[in-house]
């Protein structure tokens, strides 16, 4: 899944010729569209988004093929501009002036008698329901039954057993509906388009000497910009002059100034504080991190939820069978028993109403994507609707250590020469091995040799070999040197003496060792620590009160620290000592014992057990590329809290989804039955169909409100 999820990510890069679709309510409205689509272009050849209604194609599309193409079904496009935050309308202000138009008409008609009313009841379904036979004509030519052919029927029906009052009612209301309804989903795509919405148009580019204002999409990576006093930042980019603090909200959903020199990173849409800045751009504006943020959101619904699966299909099989109750329920009994055609024949009507799955394929989708948009307004990217509902059913959650669970800054507490060396050799020998690591550790000893001033720049390194989970083995002045845990110098070594002993006494103060060796003999221990974050073992019991049932803490480190750590934090389960296949192999067995599994880890080391796990979610990874790309969910900030929250979220969705769904099928079936027994009128069940519709959706919108009650949440 997660590798198909990474082609079908790449494939929509390619598509950047996008049209903003109108008309498009719902699933049933959506199987017409994607069948116009395969006709023209070919399956698969497209990207459509129900919810936000965009439609992704690849570059140098005819506009006029995409125009003619859904304009052949029923609806209508236009070509989006360039701009990576331009926002979607509303589908225009015709839709209102005709809704109001049939409004008037229709209760006009219901004043008066006679010829005048018929003739007003005729204008209401002329100017409301214009769009709806329009959009039938078009499913019909697709040979798929959507509500537009199931609302054309029952309005014709009316119409011919002269019933022109409800025929106008059936229209009108649906209109409304519809209004409603293109309002409701207008605020999930607010909250998608707010996402990017605050990025600058424009920005001021050094170029030849000179700073001037380009527009945004022209500037380069490479480039050089200037960012005053009080600016949001336009581009991804690494300061180069000033000094400033930087808002980085947006991105990572945590407030307060984040201070940034020369060599930090900076990302679009943040805000710049006192100082002027000048930036060196790294990302054009389609691949800053706060667009590949908005992007993955906004085709979060791409992976659908299980359960939303679950629904359309049932939605396929539920409108025929309805659809063939009606026929039976018109043409039996006249037919069979002799019964008066006319009751039967509107019963039936009402029963085509009542096949409508508007409000049942709703339930899920508006859910699925407030959930995705809220968690990015906290700085927490999940990617896939699928993600959400896997969260919602986890119960067990594993954590790696360095990172995660502390800040992963340790730092050198001692440095203990053995065997006649000096403390600064052992430190440059050390040095001089890490210069080259991403190991959290050599960042440590290599910040420490910088403050004692110690130089190793004059050393000869060559045929330097990272072990993982081991160590380093590398040549250095022509002699062959080890470096890394006690168990890997043990065997690296031949010489036993007391630095073993040593390394338990500083393993029992809290302190990670790494030693230096040669074949022959041990030439110094060098113990690092590393802080645990804030609120850890608190953001644990929010997590059990959010449905997780078991902890596990996985490290390489060592095992009995680990376990202090673990217990330290109330974590059920501690694994020390673990390579990273060894991660792996335990975040299967976990799923084996367990079911649902997810991992937290900090995106690139944990790479392998956070792709094993059910679902794996990168902490504190802000402008990795690596993590946006693997992980299934994206934490921007290194605030453990976010773990809660997304737990939460997903449970609230969930449970909004639930309900939905039940209110749906309620609905229906109370008025299938009332519908039966001819106690149910056609302009009842319209009201009770697009009344549910618009139900399900403000219910799935409330979602965009949902609030931790987390105390350390405090900006919430």
Same mark, same amino acid.
């Given at each position: 899944m997660?590798?198909s999820s990474?082609?079908?990510s790449?494939?929509?890069r390619?598509?950047?010729?996008?049209?903003?679709v109108s008309?498009?309510c719902?699933?049933?409205e959506e199987a017409v569209l994607?069948?116009?689509?395969?006709?023209?272009?070919?399956e698969?050849?497209?990207?459509f988004?129900?919810?936000t209604?965009?439609l992704?194609l690849?570059?140098?599309?005819?506009?006029?093929? @995409?125009?003619?193409?859904l304009r052949?079904a029923g609806?209508g496009?236009?070509?989006?501009g360039?701009?990576?935050?331009e926002?979607?309308r509303p589908?225009?202000?015709?839709?209102n002036i005709?809704?109001?138009?049939?409004i008037?008409?229709?209760?006009?008609?219901?004043?008066?008698r006679g010829?005048?009313?018929v003739?007003?009841f005729c204008?209401a379904?002329?100017v409301?329901?214009?769009g709806?036979?329009?959009?039938?004509?078009g499913?019909?030519?697709?040979?798929?039954l959507?509500?537009?052919?199931?609302?054309?029927?029952?309005?014709?029906?009316?119409?011919?057993l002269g019933r022109w009052e409800e025929a106008?009612?059936?229209v009108?209301?649906f209109s409304?509906?519809?209004?409603?309804?293109?309002?409701s989903?207008?605020r999930t795509?607010?909250a998608?388009?707010?996402?990017?919405s605050?990025v600058?148009?424009?920005?001021?580019?050094?170029?030849d000497?000179?700073e001037?204002q380009?527009?945004v999409?022209e500037?380069?990576p490479?480039?050089?910009?200037v960012?005053?006093?009080g600016?949001?930042?336009p581009l991804?980019?690494i300061?180069?002059e000033?000094i400033s603090?930087i808002?980085?909200?947006?991105?990572?959903g945590?407030?307060?100034?984040?201070r940034?020199?020369?060599?930090a990173?900076l990302?679009?849409?943040?805000i710049?504080?006192?100082?002027?800045?000048?930036v060196c751009?790294?990302?054009?504006t389609g691949?800053?991190?706060?667009?590949?943020?908005?992007?993955?959101?906004a085709?979060a619904?791409?992976r659908?939820?299980?359960i939303e699966?679950l629904?359309?299909?049932?939605?396929r099989?539920?409108t025929?069978?309805?659809?063939?109750?009606?026929?039976?329920v018109?043409? @039996?009994?006249?037919?069979?028993?002799?019964l008066?055609a006319?009751g039967?024949?509107?019963?039936?009507?009402?029963?085509?109403?009542v096949a409508?799955?508007?409000?049942l394929v709703l339930?899920t989708p508006?859910a699925i994507?407030?959930? @995705?948009?809220?968690?990015?307004?906290?700085g927490?990217?999940?990617?896939g609707?699928?993600?959400?509902e896997t969260?919602a059913?986890?119960?067990?959650i594993a954590f790696d250590?360095?990172?995660?669970l502390t800040l992963?800054l340790?730092?050198v507490?001692?440095?203990?020469p053995?065997?006649?060396?000096a403390?600064?050799?052992?430190l440059?020998?050390?040095?001089?091995?890490e210069q080259r690591?991403?190991h959290?550790?050599?960042?440590?000893?290599?910040?420490?040799?910088?403050?004692a001033?110690?130089?190793?720049a004059?050393?000869a390194?060559s045929?330097?070999?990272?072990?993982?989970g081991k160590?380093i083995?590398?040549e250095?002045?022509?002699?062959?040197y080890?470096l890394?845990?006690?168990a890997?110098?043990?065997e690296?070594?031949?010489?036993s003496?007391d630095?073993?002993t040593?390394?338990?006494d500083?393993s029992r103060q809290?302190?990670?060792?790494?030693?230096?060796a040669?074949?022959?003999?041990l030439?110094g221990v060098?113990?690092f620590?590393?802080?645990l974050?804030?609120h850890?073992?608190?953001?644990?019991?929010e997590m059990r009160?959010?449905?997780?049932r078991?902890?596990?803490?996985?490290s390489?480190?060592?095992?009995?620290?680990?376990?202090?750590?673990a217990?330290e934090l109330?974590?059920d389960?501690?694994r020390?000592?673990?390579l990273?296949?060894?991660?792996?192999?335990?975040?299967?067995?976990?799923?084996k014992?367990?079911?649902?599994v997810?991992?937290?880890g900090?995106g690139?080391?944990?790479a392998p057990?956070?792709?094993?796990?059910?679902?794996?979610?990168a902490?504190?990874v802000?402008?990795?590329d690596?993590?946006?790309?693997?992980a299934?969910?994206?934490?921007?900030s290194d605030?453990?809290?976010?773990?809660p929250?997304?737990?939460g979220?997903?449970h609230?969705?969930?449970?909004?989804?639930?309900?939905?769904i039940?209110?749906?099928?309620g609905?229906k079936?109370?008025f299938l039955a009332?519908?039966?027994?001819?106690?149910?009128?056609?302009?009842m069940?319209?009201?009770?169909?697009?009344?549910a519709?618009?139900?399900?959706?403000?219910?799935a919108?409330r979602?965009?409100?949902?609030?931790?009650?987390?105390p350390h949440r405090?900006?919430?």
């Open positions: 997660k590798t990474a082609l079908r790449a494939m929509s390619n598509r950047n010729a996008l049209y903003a008309g498009v719902c699933a049933s994607r069948k116009a689509l395969d006709g023209s272009f070919g698969g050849a497209y990207d988004n129900l919810v209604s965009e992704g690849p570059a140098g599309t005819s506009d006029e093929k @995409v125009v003619r193409a052949r609806f496009c236009r070509r989006k360039t701009l990576p935050h926002r979607i589908e225009g202000r015709i839709q005709m809704t109001a138009l049939g008037l008409s229709f209760a006009a008609g219901l004043l008066l010829v005048p009313a003739a007003l204008c379904i002329a409301c329901g214009a709806v036979f329009r959009k039938a004509i499913a019909l030519r697709m040979r798929v959507d509500m537009n052919v199931l609302m054309t029927l029952a309005v014709v029906g009316a119409l011919l106008a009612a059936v009108v209301l409304v509906a519809l209004l409603l309804e293109t309002y989903k207008e795509r607010r998608l388009s707010d996402l990017m605050a600058p148009d424009h920005a001021a580019v050094i170029r000497g000179r001037e380009k527009p999409r500037i380069k490479g480039e050089n910009i960012i005053r006093p600016e949001r930042i991804d980019g300061v180069t000033g603090s808002d980085e909200s947006a991105v990572t945590e407030p307060g100034a984040v940034k020199t020369p060599g990173s990302f679009a849409g943040t710049n504080g006192t100082g002027a800045l000048r751009v790294t990302k054009e691949d800053s991190i706060l667009a590949r943020i908005s992007a993955s959101v085709g619904q791409a659908r939820a299980p699966g629904v359309s299909r049932f939605a099989i539920y025929p069978a309805v659809l063939a109750l009606a026929f039976l018109a043409g @039996v009994p006249p037919l069979a028993f002799g008066p006319y039967w024949i509107y019963r039936a009507l009402v029963l085509l109403v409508c799955p508007c409000a339930s508006v994507v407030s959930a @995705v948009a809220r968690a990015a307004k906290e927490i990217l999940i990617k609707g699928d993600h959400v969260l059913q986890t119960t067990v250590k360095t990172g995660t992963g340790p730092h507490t001692d440095v203990i053995l065997n006649g060396y403390r600064e050799e052992i440059a020998f050390v040095a001089a091995l690591s991403e959290h550790l050599a960042s440590a000893a290599l910040a420490e040799a910088h403050r001033d110690v130089s190793y004059a050393l390194v045929n330097v070999e990272a072990l993982p160590g083995k590398g250095i002045n022509g002699s062959v080890y890394g845990s006690p890997f110098i043990s690296a070594c031949r010489e003496t630095a073993f040593l390394v338990a500083l809290g302190k990670t060792s790494i030693l230096l040669t074949a022959a003999k030439l060098v113990a620590r590393d802080g974050r804030r850890g073992a608190s953001t644990m019991e009160r959010s449905g997780i078991h902890t596990v803490l996985l390489g480190d060592a095992a009995w620290r680990v376990k202090e750590i217990e109330s974590i389960e501690a020390g000592g673990l990273p296949d060894e991660k792996v192999a335990a975040v299967t067995e976990l799923k014992k367990y079911g649902t997810a991992m937290v900090d690139i080391n944990d057990a956070l792709a094993a796990a059910s679902v794996g979610i902490m504190g802000a402008g990795t690596v993590a946006l790309e693997s299934d969910v994206v934490l921007m605030n453990l809290s976010h773990i929250y997304v737990l979220l997903s609230r969705t969930l449970r909004i989804i639930r309900q939905n039940v209110l749906a099928l609905v079936a109370l009332l519908a039966l027994t001819g106690n149910a009128g056609l302009w069940a319209i009201l009770a169909d697009d009344g519709a618009l139900a399900v959706t403000l219910n919108l979602i965009l409100r949902f609030r931790s009650l987390s405090v900006h919430e």
